[in-house]
């Protein structure tokens, strides 16, 4: 009897818990914004920078540094709209924003070497956009007279759509 019980209870919990660590879904899915959102995000970032007296340029990229958005005020330099795209996906490569990349960075760290990385940019102003702690996205902005302010920006665009991130 107490063999049929002792069986019973190793079958149940065998059978109640996966054989294998290795059995994974063959399939994953993940969240990436919205055009709709993307848009809210660089349009409300480029106005807080009109706000304040500069004209930029934005760029949100998805969660894998593919544009969905570029938007350019009438009077950023010609180099702002690409500064703006190479910092939004440094933001979302390295998981961190350009002010602490360019930090971490500098010459004579150990990472410095990422500096090199192709289309790398470590000047402030590229943030990633989180939403119940994973990545959805990053936004670059590029313009206005420091890295610093870009960055504020991009906060500022980044505050306006946090309702809109939430699930």
């Not at 102003?125 to 302010?149: H, L, M, N, T």
Request: overall charge neutral; hydrophobic content about 45%; glycine content about 10%.
């Amino acid at each position: 009897m107490l063999k049929r019980f002792f069986f019973a209870a190793v079958l149940t919990i065998v059978l109640a818990f996966p054989l294998r660590a290795d059995d994974q879904p063959a399939l994953v899915s993940f969240k990436v914004m919205a055009l709709e959102t993307a848009q809210k995000l660089a349009q409300a970032t480029l106005d807080d920078c009109r706000k304040k007296g500069y004209q930029v340029a934005v760029s949100v990229v998805d969660r894998f540094g593919t544009v969905q958005v570029t938007l350019r005020d009438r009077f950023a330099g010609v180099h702002t709209p690409e500064t703006a795209r190479r910092k939004a996906w440094t933001a979302i490569s390295f998981r961190t924003d350009t002010i602490t990349m360019w930090e971490q960075t500098k010459t004579g760290t150990t990472a410095s070497g990422i500096r090199f990385v192709r289309d790398a940019l470590m000047a402030g102003g590229g943030v990633p956009v989180e939403a119940a702690g994973s990545i959805v996205g990053g936004i670059g902005v590029s313009g206005a007279p420091g890295g610093d302010i870009d960055d504020e920006c991009a906060r500022v665009g980044i505050e306006s759509i946090a309702d809109l991130l939430e699930f």
